[in-house]
């Protein structure tokens, strides 16, 4: 008997709170047998029974996994914070298992959240992953942007951001905002030496503003 293997099912949780958690990512999420999580998200969904992997950092042994599990017929799922459209492993599992074979469902973003609290769209942001090591961007890339989200947290993005705001020139504004949809969700107009100052949660995005697109 041939087994049929099931799509892999990348869901988006959202950024922490239970409350932003759409019914279309629970409902996918009981369908697992197989459950891949990070730390973060292993709270989550505590009464479905499925085994739980951690993602961790091994993203190619996660694959392996992922392909072990789905060879025995099993339905794998995975969690993914916020959105899997940005910094997650969903681009990794897509490429090593094609498209055709995954199903996303969306989540919202920590992004989202975050240009939502400021009262912001966030149809021209760019957006700048600097949450596992300091990105490529340049200055000259960024000093046009009116809105920039990084996405950091690590006191090594917490220095290059630093670092790099004062060389877009004058009039910006930085927000940081950490933890958010959390309890302890917090947001702060800060100034760029602030940030290698004060304590910032691992969980937080800088969002950097032109003066004149604030409302
Ligand atoms: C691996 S990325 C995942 C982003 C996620 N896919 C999303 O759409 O929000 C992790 C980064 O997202 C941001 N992040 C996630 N949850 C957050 C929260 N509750 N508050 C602030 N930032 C958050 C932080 O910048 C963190 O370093």
Redesign the pocket.
Known sequence: MTLTKKKIIIV?CG??AIDYITPAAEAAARKADVLIVSQRLNEFFPEIDAERIDSGTDVDGTLDIIASRRDEGRQVVLL?????????LAQPVIRRFGRANCEVIP?I??????FARLGLDWKDARIV????RDPEESADDLRNCGKIA?????AG?LRWAARMIPEFGEGRRIFL??????PG?KIREVRAADLIRISV?????ILIIRGEQMP
């Open positions: 988006g950024p922490g993914a914070t916020g959105d899997p459209g940005i910094a997650s989540g973003s920590s992004i989202q959240v975050a992953t600097a949450h596992s990084i996405l950091g947290g690590r993005s905002c950490e933890e958010l949809t959390l969700e949660s691992s969980r937080a995005i």
